[in-house]
């Protein structure tokens, strides 16, 4: 039977000494390939779905960036009576070049009634 000494050292991470580190090969930068603007249009609706618990409207605008995809995503965040009455959001997702949300921000709230005029 082991004593508790002994399963906390078990226990501990094994940390190497800094000269086997340096021995150690480095990971490998993988080759990333831009997705396609359907993939990210996709992508960044379905991730913020699941962030935000809403199904986005729409994807308003999408376009490359240096490392990835900005996305413009319509959600509604206040449904009402009448329709025209309801609270919609446009976040801007950003996404890197493989599809995964690395960022995102609500940028403008307005009624669905007031669609193109800013308010």
Avoid: F, N
């Avoid at 078990?10 to 831009?34: D, F, G, N, V, Y």
């Amino acid at each position: 039977m082991a004593s508790a000494e002994g399963l906390r050292r078990a226990a501990r991470p094994q940390l190497l000494p800094a000269a086997e580190c340096s021995r150690r090969p480095t990971a490998q930068k993988r080759q990333h390939r831009r997705i396609s603007a359907p993939r990210a249009m996709g992508y960044a609706a379905e991730q913020l779905a699941q962030l935000l618990g809403r199904a986005p409207e729409s994807v308003s605008a999408l376009k490359p960036i240096d490392d990835g995809w900005q996305a413009d995503v319509e959600v509604v965040e206040l449904e009402r009576i009448p329709e025209t009455t309801s609270v919609m959001a446009r976040y801007r997702a950003t996404l890197d070049e493989e599809g995964e949300l690395v960022a995102y921000e609500r940028i403008r709230r307005y009624t669905r009634g007031r669609i193109g005029r800013r308010t």
